[in-house]
């Protein structure tokens, strides 16, 4: 990551409205530089299915990063119809919501009570219940490499 990209991070428990708007906290909208990000998300389907919420400049990049891809041309433009197609640009309104596309609800089907997660280069809204239940397994399954992060970037410097 450049020093001018957002780092996400954190965990935050809130819920989807009946207007199906979803709250940002003000910790994250304080990091927001007016220029850069403006007052917008770009919502896409993540793995799971959850939602992921980038700003404009973080999902400019991701774009940019797909003409590099050493994966199958056919695959990448495969992949590009899904994302792009359904990724949705949201605006923020006064109070710091936005609100989030029914067609992306249905897929992910996040419920009401969610968690919003910081994931480094962007936001995820997860169901709350399933979120519990998945850093649950992950503390019970990774207690190691959370305590001491060093064991994952030597890993990846060995496998390069």
Same mark, same amino acid.
């Given at each position: 990551?450049?020093?001018?990209?957002? @780092?996400?991070? =954190?965990?935050?428990?809130? /819920?989807?409205?009946? $207007?199906? #708007?979803?709250?940002? !906290?003000?910790?994250?909208?304080?990091?927001? %530089?007016?220029? +850069?990000? =403006?007052?917008?998300?770009?919502?896409?389907? =993540?793995?799971?299915?959850?939602?992921?919420?980038?700003?404009?400049?973080?999902? /400019?990049? +991701?774009?940019?990063?797909?003409?590099?891809?050493?994966?199958?041309?056919?695959?990448?433009?495969?992949?590009?119809?899904?994302?792009?197609? @359904?990724? *949705?640009?949201?605006?923020?309104?006064?109070?710091? *919501?936005?609100? @989030?596309?029914?067609?992306?609800?249905?897929?992910?089907? !996040?419920?009401?009570?969610?968690?919003?997660?910081?994931?480094?280069?962007?936001?995820?809204?997860?169901? +709350? %219940?399933?979120?519990? %239940?998945?850093?649950? +397994?992950?503390?019970?399954?990774? !207690? %190691?490499?959370? #305590?001491? !992060?060093? $064991?994952?970037? *030597? #890993?990846? *410097? #060995?496998?390069?």
């Amino acid at each position: 990551m450049g020093s001018n990209e957002l @780092l996400f991070t =954190g965990t935050y428990e809130h /819920t989807i409205d009946s $207007k199906l #708007r979803l709250a940002i !906290p003000a910790e994250i909208r304080e990091q927001l %530089d007016e220029p +850069r990000d =403006g007052s917008c998300f770009y919502v896409c389907i =993540g793995e799971g299915p959850t939602l992921c919420l980038y700003t404009q400049a973080a999902f /400019t990049k +991701r774009a940019e990063q797909l003409d590099d891809s050493e994966v199958d041309a056919e695959e990448v433009l495969e992949y590009e119809r899904a994302l792009f197609s @359904l990724a *949705r640009r949201v605006e923020m309104d006064k109070q710091g *919501r936005v609100r @989030l596309p029914e067609r992306l609800l249905k897929i992910a089907d !996040p419920g009401s009570r969610v968690v919003l997660v910081g994931v480094k280069d962007h936001l995820e809204i997860h169901n +709350r %219940d399933r979120w519990d %239940d998945y850093e649950a +397994r992950l503390l019970k399954n990774l !207690p %190691d490499m959370l #305590r001491n !992060p060093r $064991k994952v970037i *030597r #890993r990846k *410097r #060995r496998d390069a």
